[in-house]
Structures are given as structure tokens and as C-alpha cells.
């Protein structure tokens, strides 16, 4: 999920003027693409309408995503806010572990998972709020043995590269 | 003439063998001359309906050329006129281009402003092209005279199949229910090991709960045992897909009911908050257009028509209140990437 939000100045009226985006990310089951629907906003009565179905590029380029928010406030006191929010959560499935290889790994089986992360920093001066990238680094995840299993990434204000590496072992393997 | 000296020879010579070398290597590359390694090019349209198409004429003797529906029906999807098709595989085969052309005819008549690139569009006709192969992978396992690995194959030659005439008037005769049994219209394929460890090993207590309740709904109202044919996958796949609308609804209207909250209070947006337990003014926010649950609705009504057009055809199943029961029920859809793939060949 990810959505923009805020205020952005008034109307002639005096009256403010909202904004807002939300899209819900749906994957293709064959595929695996990701597919967008957006979601908009009425400007004077803040009512949020369903508005396209069309696919629709988040973000970067690399189609990170991330658990972050972000608010920007340009001018304090001036009717201009910007908000930003971006979460979401994997489905893992852990099964079919081969115990082999010159050292299999001993028993309990614990399976990790690992991405690279980078943080992500909005300057808000600019108008045009670009984003500054920090460096990147790396985040085991304890998975267990085997099963389907929904993860939250424990950390926030990162995004995350895909695809994750999953493996099966010791913690300090990868 | 000035003579050439031993220098200007060597030079010579060795532009000529840099030449000749490589000329050589390739005359008489050992690969290129056996007849045996020539590609034999795949035949993916049949000349039968390469030879309908305008301007190309194919001449065929008149032995093979298909006389039944059924081997027209065979012909399209397998590029082959197969006699050694027996009926239940025609039948199989049959119902698994009828399933395609209801996916596709129903995306058309929910969506038909909608611009080809709607990533609705998009996933609907996914689904079909994942339920034609489930089909077919579940035709290969109870019939062994089909490929088990013409799957892909065989959904091309599907989808240009739905458009040339007679074809889905011969799969329509093919796959016509015969007098069977409620939840006996296909031949029985005793799950294999793949789908077995898939049920049974592996998940959450909470997901084999929720197979446990559609297991126990089919049994109570189909007569026959649901794991003996493809009704129990049907069922879950249904189930899991109209959970995901259900829960990509409720994510949405909980978000527009937070960020109505956090304006109202002047707050920035929380993580922890939006994913925080359900309240009752989530439900039904104030501030949502009703085309936002619209299109959810135009979501749930899609699977329904799709997966009752399969239960009726595929397992002779038209009960109204069958439908609605299986509604009711619920299952994560943790599980939708092992249950909805056949298996790889």
C-alpha cells in the first residue's frame, strides 16, 4: 500500500484544498507482476474515490518498497502539508528443505531471510520533495523451520530490495 | 617488378590463413553438416487451421482431416487430431476451453469500459490461464494418453482457439454433463504427492482450520468425496480468492478512516496505528466515495460467476445455495501461490 496525503494550500474561497493517492498493489498469480489500482481524493469535500485501474510505477525505479512515512511541512503555519505512507508485508513459504551438500546443516532447519535496505530521506525545502538516498545495509530475519508465514519487516523508514534471499542454515551464512 | 621478400611472404601468408582458418571451421563444422542436429520447427497452429486462414493453402490428404467434433476439438487444442483420445479426456479437454471462454466472456461483460491495460483485466485473464492449466494438469493426471507437460502448449493454441468458429460448439458437445452425480462430473485423479504435502504439511493451524471448514461444507453437500476429483482445489482456490477481496477492502476503508482521523487531530501517520486493531468506525468510514466498495462488489460478483460456471460444469454442482454457502467461509489466502500453481513438469 502505498498513499500521499495532505493539504495543499486553499481554495479561492479560503476554503482547503485536499489532496490524496492510494494505491493497492495486486500481484498476478501467474506472472508475479504487481498491478496498481489508484484511489483519489476530492479537493473540497476530502472524499476518496476510486479513480483507475491502470498500472501504475511506484516509487523507484527498481520497485523497492518500504515501511515508511513521511511528513513534510514546507512553510510552518502555511495550509501545506505533505504526507506520505508506504507499508506492506511479505507471504513466505518455507518447505522442501534439502539437507545436503558437503556440511548439511544440522537439525532444528532454520530458515532466513535477508534484503538490502536504504534509507530514504525527503528534503522538504524542495518543492518538489526529492529524495536523497542514504547507504544501504542488510537485515537477517529469523523464519523457523517450514511453513507459510507472513513477515513484517521489523525495520521502518527503509526500503527493501527484491527479491529477498531466503535460505536455509545458520544466521551467519549470507 | 620488385620481388617479394621473405618478410612481405610471412605477411601474406598470415592474412590469408586468418582468412582461410576461420572459412574452414565453418565448412566443415561437423555440426552443420549431419543432417541429424537440423531443428525440426514446432508446430503450434495445425494445418487445418493454418489452411483456414486467407491466403495460405495447405494441401492435405483427406484421411486426416478431423470428421467429429471431438477431434476438431482435439485438433485445436493439441495441434494434432489425436485418435487415441479417449472420450474422458475429450470431455476433460472440453471443459477446460469452456472454463476459459467463461473467464474471458465474464471479464468482458464486468469490465467493458475498461481500458486494456486495467490490471483487473489483467489478473482476471491470469486466472484463467491458471485454471485452464490446472485443468489440463488435472486432465494429464487422470487420463495418461495426454502430455503432462503440454500444458503451456496446449493454452496457447486455447486462446486462438476461442476465436475460430466451431470450435466452442465442438467443446460445448464434448463436455456436456452426462447423467452423473453432484460432484462426479470429472473423472476421479487421486491427488499426487504434490498436492498431498501441499494440504497436509507445512501450514499454519489457522489455514488447516479453515480447510477443515471447507472440507466439512463439501462433504455435507456433494455426495461423492471432494478429494477424489479437483473440487476440493475449486473450493479453496474460490475461497482464498474472495478473502483477498474481502481483506483488500477492509486494508482500505481502515486507511481512509485513519487518515480521517489523524487530519481531524492534526496527526502525522503512524505505522503502528494503521496497523492496529480493527474499530467499528473502520467499517464504514465517513469520507468514502461508494465507488470505492463498488468496485470490490464488481470483484467478489467476477469469482463468483467464474468459479459457479466451474462447480456447474466441471462438477455438476447448481445449487444457489452451494454458492452461498462456500461464501460464508473463509481462508487465508497465506496459501494461494502453492494451492493455485500446478506443478512444474
Known sequence: MWAAYGLYGTHDDGSPYFFGMKLIVRRDPVTGNVHYRTSGRDSRTAEWYFQHDDPFVVGDTKGRMARMTTTCVPTPGAPYVYNIIENFSLTVWTASIIKSGYFPPAAPYESYLKSDVESEKYNCDDTDYTASFGTARSHTIYLGDSGIQNVTMPIVQRKYAFPMLQWVGKWSDY | ?345
Open chain 2, 1 to 345: 617488378m620488385k620481388q617479394a621478400t621473405n618478410k612481405q611472404w610471412f605477411w601474406i601468408g598470415l592474412v590469408l590463413a586468418l582468412l582461410l582458418i576461420p572459412l574452414a571451421m565453418w565448412r566443415w563444422n561437423p555440426e552443420r553438416a549431419s543432417p541429424d542436429n537440423v531443428p525440426v520447427p514446432v508446430r503450434l497452429r495445425t494445418p487445418q487451421s493454418a489452411a483456414q486462414a486467407p491466403g495460405i493453402s495447405v494441401s492435405e490428404p483427406s484421411s486426416v482431416r478431423p470428421e467429429t467434433a471431438q477431434d476438431r476439438l482435439a485438433e485445436a487444442l493439441l495441434g494434432q487430431s489425436d485418435t487415441a483420445l479417449g472420450p474422458e479426456a475429450r470431455r476433460l479437454l472440453g471443459q477446460a476451453l469452456l472454463s476459459l471462454e467463461n473467464v474471458h466472456g465474464t471479464v468482458r461483460r464486468f469490465y467493458a469500459g475498461a481500458s486494456p491495460r486495467s490490471s483487473s483485466v489483467t489478473v482476471f485473464h491470469g486466472y484463467g490461464r491458471v485454471l485452464f492449466m490446472n485443468d489440463y494438469t488435472y486432465a494429464a493426471r487422470a487420463c495418461p494418453e495426454l502430455d503432462p507437460q503440454g500444458a503451456g502448449i496446449a493454452y496457447t493454441n486455447a486462446l486462438a482457439a476461442l476465436d475460430e468458429p466451431g470450435v466452442l460448439e465442438a467443446a460445448r458437445e464434448t463436455a456436456t454433463p452426462s447423467d452423473l452425480p453432484a460432484g462426479a462430473g470429472r473423472l476421479a485423479a487421486p491427488m499426487t504427492d504434490m498436492y498431498t504435502k501441499a494440504f497436509t504439511g507445512g501450514l499454519p493451524a489457522e489455514t488447516t482450520q479453515c480447510y477443515s471448514n471447507v472440507l466439512a461444507m463439501l462433504r455435507s453437500s456433494v455426495p461423492t468425496d471432494p478429494l477424489s476429483t479437483d473440487l476440493f482445489n475449486d473450493a479453496i482456490i474460490y475461497a482464498m480468492s474472495k478473502t483477498e477481496v474481502d481483506e483488500m477492502e477492509a486494508e482500505s476503508m481502515r486507511f481512509f478512516s485513519r487518515v480521517a482521523r489523524w487530519e481531524a487531530k492534526g496527526q502525522r501517520p503512524s505505522l503502528n496505528e494503521l496497523e492496529g486493531p480493527v474499530q467499528p468506525a473502520d467499517l464504514t468510514p465517513p469520507n468514502v466515495h461508494a465507488s470505492i466498495p463498488e468496485q470490490y462488489v464488481r470483484m467478489r460478483a467476477v469469482y463468483r460467476e467464474i468459479f459457479g460456471y466451474r462447480f456447474a460444469l466441471n462438477h455438476g454442482i447448481t445449487d444457489v445455495g452451494f454458492m452461498d454457502a462456500l461464501s460464508t467461509l473463509t481462508v487465508p489466502a497465506t496459501a494461494l501461490w502453492i494451492h493455485i500453481q500446478p506443478p512444474e513438469p
